[in-house]
């Protein structure tokens, strides 16, 4: 199994650009997780689903980011506009059905907004 | 979910034990001990998780106190490989899925 995939691994935009993030979780895992890491803050759970249903969204910081799951392998993070503090290492996380097991972080992708 | 602490910083000589603790005085009778480690510039990692029981795993070993108030996490035969921070997480296994990080511990293994 190849992991949690996620892309880009690096990303560098202008203030105001649109941004997308990618994810394809494991293969059978049904709960994905988007989480957001900085210094300042560490690691912040944005937002999660359960079988493509987005169930938390609490942890999205405001209108400008949201995340949409269309099938069982792929979800997206989409920020518009891009502001320079959304600067950060957004990672994806999976997690198969019983919910006790742990989860599969995908590498993160290190988004800079100039 | 109940709250965590751990040590900022710890030291392991290569080749030793690593022990590391943490205390959740207020965890709930349905709420695991999760641990997770984030080497520099990767993902958070899963390492071992544990109701009430001991636990092992081929990374770690978790060893969980009779009343459950604090943990202790033991890397056997810590590695330069295991320099990395390390996260102790108490999370109900059912309804909650939210995984909440605190700052953990920043575990070094010396040469």
């Known amino acids: 199994d190849a992991g949690v995939i996620q892309s880009p691994r690096h990303e560098v935009t202008e203030m105001g650009q649109e941004v997308t993030l990618r994810c394809k979780p494991i293969?059978?895992?049904?709960?994905l997780f988007w989480y957001r890491q900085t210094m300042m803050r560490g690691l912040e759970l944005l937002i999660y689903f359960n079988n493509n249903v987005p169930i938390d969204d609490s942890g999205m910081p405001e209108d400008r980011f949201s995340a949409k799951m269309p099938n069982a392998s792929f979800s997206t993070l989409k920020i518009q506009p891009s502001e320079p503090r959304d600067s950060a290492v957004y990672f994806c996380?999976?997690?198969?059905?019983?919910?006790?097991?742990?989860?599969?972080f995908g590498s993160g992708t290190r988004l800079t907004v100039v | 979910d109940a709250k965590t602490t751990q040590p900022t910083s710890m030291d392991c000589a290569e080749g030793r034990a690593a022990n590391l603790p943490c205390n959740h005085s207020?965890?709930?009778?349905?709420?695991?001990v999760y641990w997770y480690r984030q080497i520099h510039s990767q993902g958070p990692q899963y390492i071992i998780h544990g109701l009430k029981n001991n636990e092992t795993n081929e990374m770690a070993s978790l060893i969980i106190t009779e009343d459950r108030k604090s943990s202790t996490l033991i890397l056997p035969h810590a590695t330069l490989r295991d320099t990395a921070v390390y996260y102790c997480?108490?999370?109900?296994?059912?309804?909650?899925?939210?995984?909440?990080f605190g700052t953990g511990t920043r575990l070094t293994i010396i040469p």
């Open positions: 207020t965890i709930s009778g349905n709420e695991y």
């Open positions: 293969s059978g895992h049904n709960s």
């Open positions: 996380a999976s997690r198969p059905e019983v919910q006790t097991y742990g989860y599969t």
């Open positions: 997480i108490v999370r109900v296994s059912f309804g909650n899925e939210k995984l909440t």
